[in-house]
């Protein structure tokens, strides 16, 4: 691979520290949009691949430890082509041992993937689109590796927390991050909305869609911190900032519980769809 940017870097190494992460987070807890309801978000991106008896390649960008291409490759389609690319070694490594041989894994960017041309019918992405640097080249790269009419389907990030824990968690963790927490810029803010989105596609893609997908959890109090933890920019808090934020939080979102003791929040997810013109 070429010479990381920083951001590259930071990531590379968490997903180091941290494999399997994302599945962990996301792979177990359901998701729903106003129209339709998924065991999971990974299974939002499932459904859209279809299972046919004719050939098609589908390629996850940022595959992780390989979950979905693991629920893909359970189908058994005998005609099904799985390409995984990923940054990281380790979770490249976790993806190898989970998944069945026929599945292809490769060390690699999305600003250059080793893939060629015109070779993939379905670009799928789950929750990594959002923290790409040079996101233009990674949509022309999406655009160069997917056969005319090949289709780009991707989860990104929407919001982080829903319902009112969010208010309390930003009104409790900005005047520690302003302070405390060393600048390192994620991806391109143009990811965060539907307009940024046109703006990206406009020209290479049509059909540009989106849905909104909440994934919708009732942690305690202890379980949401832990899963908090697990995300980049706490990750990068020093142990004592990290305390007092713990220590912030906890107090803070305190009223929020219910009387099992339980928290009613989750996490908000954006579908973006298109087709290669």
């Known amino acids: 691979m070429t010479l990381l940017t920083a951001a590259e870097t930071y990531l590379q190494d968490f997903h180091q520290r941290q494999v399997g992460v994302t599945s962990a987070a996301f792979a177990h807890l359901p998701a729903n949009s106003p129209a339709d309801s998924w065991a999971s978000s990974y299974d939002v991106l ?6 046919v008896d004719t050939p098609l390649s589908v390629l996850d960008l940022a595959c992780g430890d390989g979950h979905l291409l693991g629920l893909l490759a359970a189908r058994q389609q005998p005609r099904l082509q799985l390409l995984g690319v990923d940054m990281s070694q380790a979770e490249l490594a976790a993806a190898r041992a ?7 894994l490769l060390l690699g960017r999305g600003q250059a993937l080793d ?5 993939v019918d379905y670009f799928v992405s789950h929750m990594a689109l959002m923290l790409m640097d040079d996101i233009e080249q990674v949509v022309r790269e999406m655009r160069r590796v997917l056969r005319p009419g090949g289709q780009v389907a991707a989860i990104v990030g929407r919001t982080f927390l829903l319902g009112e824990v969010n ?10 991050a302003s302070t405390e927490l060393p ?3 994620f991806g391109d803010r143009r990811t965060g909305s539907e307009t940024g989105w046109r703006e990206l596609l406009d020209g290479a893609f049509a059909q540009v869609t989106f ?3 909440d994934v919708p959890w009732s942690p305690t109090r202890a379980e949401l911190w832990t899963a908090l933890t697990d ?4 990750d990068r808090l020093d142990d004592d900032a990290r305390q007092r934020l713990r220590s912030a939080f906890l107090d803070a979102v305190a009223p929020l519980q219910s009387g099992d003791g339980t928290i009613a ?3 908000g997810l954006r579908l973006v769809r298109a087709r290669a013109a």
């Open 183 to 185: 600048p390192l810029r």
């Open 265 to 267: 929040t989750g996490w």
């Open 98 to 104: 989970a998944l069945p041989p026929s599945v292809r």
């Open 46 to 51: 499932t459904s859209l691949v279809p299972a």
């Open 231 to 234: 995300t980049y920019d706490i």
């Open 167 to 176: 208010e309390v968690f930003m009104r409790v963790f900005n005047p520690i």
């Open 211 to 213: 849905d909104d997908i």
């Open 115 to 119: 893939v060629p041309s015109a070779s």
